[in-house]
């Protein structure tokens, strides 16, 4: 009893979204007569190490049986978009490149990766999605960009 606490528990860790993300919504895309819809999602992530950016992805969910578990592979569907929402505040040096948040998207071997790159010329935050999982040769991916600038909101 207590191994199958252990491994339901385990598996409750593993599929909750990741601690740094909030879930605005879903959307459902397709009707399914046993189990969760076929929808997309809406997380909102805030950049830990850049104060004033948030970026939101919206994801495509498998339903069904699978999905309703928490077992079905997602497809690699994602966009991205990322926006000053208040003052940028840098805590020291960012460096050219580096994972910002990264969440999984099946139980196995599959994530959605967001790396945020710093454009010193333009004085520009460049956040890339891309999915773990290789489709046709290449990984499926998802770009937004953030100006510096003053912040003038209320």
């Not at 339901?8 to 399914?32: D, R």
């Not at 997380?43 to 970026?55: M, R, T």
């Not at 919206?58 to 978009?81: H, L, M, N, R, Y």
Request: aromatic content about 8%; glycine content about 8%.
């Amino acid at each position: 009893m207590k191994k199958t606490l252990a491994y339901g528990s385990l598996l409750l860790v593993l599929l909750s979204p990741s601690a740094q993300s909030e879930e605005i919504g879903c959307i459902t895309t397709a009707w399914k007569l046993i189990g969760s819809n076929h929808k997309v999602c809406v997380q909102a992530y805030d950049d830990p190490k850049v104060q004033g950016v948030a970026c939101y992805i919206s994801q495509a969910k498998t339903g069904g049986i699978a999905g309703t578990f928490g077992v079905a592979e997602d497809p690699s569907q994602f966009s991205i978009a990322c926006r000053q929402i208040g003052p940028i505040i840098i805590d020291g040096k960012l460096p050219k490149e580096e994972t910002a948040f990264s969440e999984d998207t099946s139980l196995f071997f599959k994530e959605t990766k967001v790396s945020r790159m710093f454009d010193e010329k333009r004085n520009t935050l460049v956040y890339v999605a891309i999915s773990r999982k290789l489709i046709e040769g290449a990984p499926a991916n998802s770009i937004s960009t953030v100006p510096i600038m003053p912040w003038t909101g209320k």
